[in-house]
């Protein structure tokens, strides 16, 4: 009895979240979980801090970002087309989530001078990991 308990219990909370449209053609499959969603994210980050407020880059500031995120050794060329901020009450880092068409590519709290640099266009070459 308890094993089938467990097994209902992890199908509810880790069920996949396949279809992120209603068109079967063009629905994005991110992953099996929920977090590896944007709207996952989204959805645990407020519910686990419901004071928790979210900024989405857009535009110039979006470009900056995106030119000092990908500039940070190990330098890449990663395509996002999303990046959300999320600062909690009980954390003095931010939350960064970079995602592509609803899926989430990295999700990391990362100290505010780091967010501060690439948000001015700025690599990293301290010895940081993201």
Known sequence: ????FSAALVAVFFMPVFQLSSNPQTAVKCGP???HYVAGIHAMVMASHPNASFHTLEGEEKASFINGFNATPPVSNIPFDLV???TRPNS???????????CVLKATEVPTWVFRM???GSPIFKAFSI
Not at 1 to 4: E, S
Not at 92 to 102: D, M, V
Request: charged letters at 15%.
């Open 92 to 102: 003095p880092n931010p939350l960064i989530i970079i995602g592509a068409k609803g």
């Open 33 to 35: 979980y929920a977090s």
């Open 1 to 4: 009895m308890f094993r089938l």
């Open 118 to 120: 690439w948000l001015k």
């Open 84 to 86: 959300r901020i999320y």
